[in-house]
């Protein structure tokens, strides 16, 4: 049996959209834009990148792991990233709460899937949000009732297809690195999220969540969804990455894989860099030092891709509502997209 949802009020929507626009632009300068914007400027004066890679707070690369290094490591995280988070998670409330939900659908829901990727990732370039971050959000848009192409595009096309990122690559690495994340990461975003959608089972209409109806109903609704949110996801998000933590000094050994491995290093960047977990731009130190030690191309452009696209993290976040096949299955398309990102930054 399905049911009907119900029509949302004018003036509700209009109010409940102004505070998302609001809550979007002010969140987003105060954790992105103005501090990017800051960044940009000096790394375009030094055209050099300050900091190391997040991995070493865990210990030297394969280190063993350790409760000491996990906490230093998740430490450090959370310093470089807790802004975001925040703006996550009220982002992620407020479309779960005030967005009308017809509203929503005529923006990112497409007739084809390849037109719902389209639209979710050019929803994402303005984000410039790490993919733990952008999570919430994009699970938020999958609760209004999303398509599942659309609310992937806009989770991976937040890190991958970042803005600021990619000008700091250029600004700080060899034109091929920005060149090549261009590429793959838009057939990520715009292609693979498309064909990832197919495995995806269709939602019944039963689970079309309520509408909006009368203004004076918005704080109270936007409470209790930012409480949900914020109970479901902070404890496990910190969880998680203090797990990840303790292995990723030792996973996070890449320099000596291509003398070890040969080719199959490209594989293991791949598969170990889509599980690690790292700020916005955390992928910056890790292939510039890579190359700086002579490092393979192809290790350095799986890595490109890999690291920022997805996390464990992030998977756990959003695997519940995106669904755990759904989410193996984009994890898989990262890791072909990091394996592809291997080769052109090889060829090129």
Same mark, same amino acid.
């Given at each position: 049996?399905?049911? $009907? ?9 209009? %109010?409940?959209?102004?505070? #998302?626009?609001?809550?979007?632009? %002010? ?36 280190? %063993? ?27 992620? &409330? ?8 017809? =509203? ?10 390849? *037109? ?5 990732? &050019?929803?994402?370039?303005?984000? !410039? +949000? ?7 959000? &994009? ?26 990122? !990619? ?5 700080? %690495?060899? =034109? ?8 793959? *990461? ?20 039963? /689970?079309?969540?309520? /509408? ?10 936007? #409470? ?11 404890? /496990? ?12 000094? =030792? !996973? ?5 894989? $291509? ?7 490209? &594989? ?5 860099? $889509?599980? @690690?977990?790292?700020?916005?731009? *955390? ?6 030092? @890579? ?25 756990? +976040? ?5 669904? =755990?096949?759904?989410?193996?299955? +984009? ?12 080769? !052109?930054?090889?060829?090129?």
């Amino acid at each position: 049996m399905t049911t $009907t949802a119900v029509r949302p009020n004018l003036r509700a929507g209009i %109010a409940g959209i102004a505070v #998302l626009a609001a809550l979007f632009i %002010a969140g987003l300068l105060w954790a992105k834009w103005i501090p990017y914007a800051g960044k940009a400027s000096t790394v375009a004066d030094t055209r050099t990148w300050s900091g190391g890679a997040i991995f070493a707070k865990a210990g030297a690369p394969g280190s %063993a792991p350790s409760w000491s290094g996990a906490w230093q490591f998740t430490v450090a995280y959370f310093q470089s990233v807790w802004p975001a988070a925040v703006v996550g998670l009220v982002l992620a &409330a407020a479309v779960d709460a005030l967005v009308p939900k017809t =509203w929503l659908l005529a923006a990112l829901n497409r007739r084809s899937r390849f *037109g719902q990727s389209l639209a979710g990732g &050019a929803a994402a370039l303005p984000g !410039l +949000m790490c993919t733990c971050c952008t999570a919430p959000v &994009a699970v938020g848009l999958r609760r209004r009732g999303a398509t599942t192409a659309a609310s992937l595009a806009y989770w991976v096309g937040n890190p991958v297809l970042n803005p600021a990122v !990619l000008v700091f690559l250029f600004l700080v %690495a060899p =034109w091929q690195f920005g060149v090549v994340r261009l590429i793959a *990461g838009a057939l990520l975003v715009f292609g693979a999220t498309a064909l990832v959608a197919r495995v995806a089972r269709p939602r019944p209409d039963a /689970e079309i969540s309520d /509408e909006p109806t009368r203004v004076r109903d918005l704080p109270s609704r936007y #409470l209790r969804s930012l409480i949900r949110f914020a109970v479901v996801f902070v404890p /496990e998000y910190l969880v998680v990455v203090l797990l990840v933590g303790a292995l990723s000094g =030792w !996973l996070s050994d890449f320099s000596g894989l $291509t003398a070890r491995l040969g080719v199959a290093a490209v &594989a293991v960047c791949a598969v170990v860099g $889509t599980l @690690l977990v790292i700020p916005t731009g *955390g992928e910056i130190p890790v292939v510039l030092a @890579l190359t700086a030690a002579g490092a393979s191309p192809g290790t350095a452009g799986a890595l490109l891709i890999a690291l920022p696209a997805l996390s464990l993290p992030s998977m756990v +976040m959003a695997g519940r509502a995106l669904s =755990w096949r759904v989410t193996v299955a +984009m994890a898989g398309a990262v890791m072909a997209a990091s394996v592809l990102s291997a080769v !052109l930054l090889s060829v090129f």
